[in-house]
């Protein structure tokens, strides 16, 4: 008797913890602090301190909204994670942009790179259509103009229609929009 009531309890508690999500409103909420403070877009290769180096907050790109929040909210230095990988396995990202090495000035700060780090972590998830499918704290990338990659965080909050919005930086700064779905999806991450 004793057995099964903790096996209907253990049961009640992973139904609880599916049911909860994963819980990366922290990701959300530094994203979030964002607005305001990165207020432009510069694309421009800069040379960067390592590790936990960055760009001015002011400006930067949509990976620059990533980078910054998991650096926040978690002391993630996706900056070292990246070129410490790139550097045991050069071979298996993206090969763009003509180099012979990983540079831990911009590697980290292309979306194509990310998008392979995230799967190499085993982060990748279904990208759908379905609102339902994603919760605060995902990262999804997209191509915009049918090209140019780009990614977003999904916010904890929604537009009208329940789809989630989502905070990046395509071009004015960071920005929370109810863009989620405005552009074809090319992946979808979920720290676990």
């Not at 909420?29 to 907050?57: F, N």
């Not at 085993?122 to 915009?144: I, Q």
């Amino acid at each position: 008797m004793k057995k099964m009531m903790m096996t209907a309890l253990f049961a009640a508690m992973v139904a609880l913890v599916a049911q909860a999500g994963t819980n990366n409103v922290d990701i959300v909420a530094a994203a979030r602090k964002q607005i305001g403070v990165t207020v432009s877009y510069d694309p421009a290769y800069r040379k960067l301190g390592y590790p936990g180096g960055d760009v001015p907050r002011t400006s930067g790109v949509c990976t620059d909204v990533i980078i910054r929040a998991l650096r926040d909210a978690r002391k993630v230095d996706l900056q070292k994670l990246v070129h410490e990988d790139m550097k045991g396995s050069f071979a298996k990202y993206p090969q763009n942009w003509g180099l012979k090495k990983p540079d831990a000035n911009i590697d980290h700060r292309r979306v194509p790179n990310l998008q392979c780090y995230f799967k190499r972590k085993g982060w990748s998830l279904k990208a759908s259509k379905a609102a339902s499918d994603y919760e605060p704290g995902d990262f999804v990338t997209v191509k915009v103009g049918g090209r140019l990659p780009h990614i977003m965080i999904v916010s904890d909050r929604k537009a009208s229609d329940g789809t989630p919005l989502v905070i990046h930086n395509i071009g004015s700064g960071t920005q929370e929009e109810d863009v989620l779905f405005a552009y074809p999806l090319t992946g979808h991450y979920r720290i676990p």
